[in-house]
């Protein structure tokens, strides 16, 4: 599933095509994803102008003019494509097949923005002016958030005996993070995954917040991590897979300096972990 850098890298590549821009057209080809599609998507978004693209935790949200917002969830395979006459560096890949464009917007300025999801674990919704949203109304600071610091972090660890990287994958606690950088956030700190969270003391608590917003700052700029599905709006693949250091690299040296150890593969949660058990404690 993508991760918080690879839906900021979308909403990136999505902003000057679709903020401020009005929807002349929208088509919405089939009646579910993940879950089945308001009946009316199509009627609010026709004729409405976007104010603002955000992102909350791993879902983008599209606020409308007439009230009310677009929640998208990229799931599995999901993807926004950017299409339109002089737009140069932006392509469609011959392999993501139009059967699988299910919702397709045209913007005033000609520019057609579609989400096209071939597993269908994707989602898109509404969320009606004033309302909540379930997917939402339960999630924790955001990593960039001035209140996600070391102090806060602690009060969340406090007396909890789970592993440090189940705290940290649980989306209450801080939202966006998953697997991927997580494991990358823990080799940075050289925290052990296995290591309970409230057992963790402030210090390197305070380090570990600083290394979360390194991961995540370096994997934004590299365009997120490609490793099946994601692409940019533009189409390009991001790159951040070449710059792991723990994460898919079982068997293989540590690359920190000193330290001579191998990176390990456990599972914790039914999802992989990658460690250094010489240089994680």
């Known amino acids: 599933?993508?991760?918080?850098?690879?839906?900021?890298?979308?909403?990136?590549?999505?902003?000057?095509?679709l903020e401020g821009a009005r929807i002349a057209r929208a088509e919405a080809r089939r009646p579910d994803l993940r879950w089945p599609l308001p009946v009316?998507?199509?009627?609010?978004?026709t004729g409405a102008r976007v104010t603002a693209l955000r992102r909350r935790s791993k879902y983008l949200l599209a606020d409308l003019d007439r009230g009310g917002t677009v929640l998208w969830h990229l799931g599995m395979s999901?993807?926004?494509?950017?299409?339109?006459?002089?737009?140069?560096?932006?392509?469609?890949?011959?392999?993501?097949?139009?059967?699988?464009?299910?919702?397709?917007?045209?913007?005033?300025?000609?520019?057609?923005?579609?989400?096209?999801?071939?597993?269908?674990?994707?989602?898109v919704d509404l969320i009606r002016e004033g309302a909540a949203h379930p997917l939402l109304d339960h999630l924790g600071p955001e990593p960039f958030d001035p209140g996600f610091d070391a102090d806060y972090l602690r009060a969340a660890f406090a007396g909890r005996r789970v592993p440090v990287k189940q705290a940290l994958l649980d989306q209450r606690i801080v939202?966006?993070?998953?697997?991927?950088?997580?494991?990358?956030?823990?080799?940075?700190?050289?925290?052990?995954?296995?290591?309970?969270?409230?057992?963790?003391?402030?210090?390197?608590?305070?380090?570990?917040?600083?290394?979360?917003?390194?991961?995540?700052?370096?994997?934004?700029?590299?365009?997120?991590?490609?490793?099946?599905?994601?692409?940019?709006?533009?189409?390009?693949?991001?790159?951040?897979?070449?710059?792991?250091?723990?994460?898919?690299?079982?068997?293989?040296?540590?690359?920190?300096?000193?330290?001579?150890?191998?990176?390990?593969?456990?599972?914790?949660?039914?999802?992989s972990t990658f460690w250094c058990p010489a240089c994680q404690r």
């Open 1 to 17: 599933m993508p991760e918080l850098p690879e839906v900021e890298t979308v909403r990136r590549g999505l902003l000057p095509h």
């Open 40 to 45: 009316d998507l199509v009627q609010v978004l």
């Open 78 to 123: 999901g993807r926004m494509l950017v299409e339109g006459a002089g737009l140069a560096g932006f392509h469609r890949d011959p392999g993501i097949h139009a059967r699988h464009d299910h919702v397709v917007l045209t913007t005033d300025a000609g520019t057609t923005i579609t989400f096209n999801d071939a597993r269908r674990f994707g989602m």
């Open 175 to 271: 939202a966006g993070l998953g697997n991927i950088y997580v494991s990358e956030s823990l080799w940075r700190a050289g925290i052990d995954p296995r290591r309970a969270a409230g057992r963790i003391g402030l210090a390197r608590i305070a380090a570990l917040v600083g290394h979360i917003r390194d991961v995540l700052t370096d994997a934004i700029a590299a365009g997120g991590s490609s490793l099946r599905d994601h692409r940019q709006a533009s189409g390009e693949l991001g790159y951040f897979q070449h710059s792991f250091r723990a994460y898919d690299r079982a068997g293989q040296p540590c690359l920190r300096d000193g330290c001579g150890g191998t990176i390990a593969r456990i599972v914790q949660l039914g999802r």
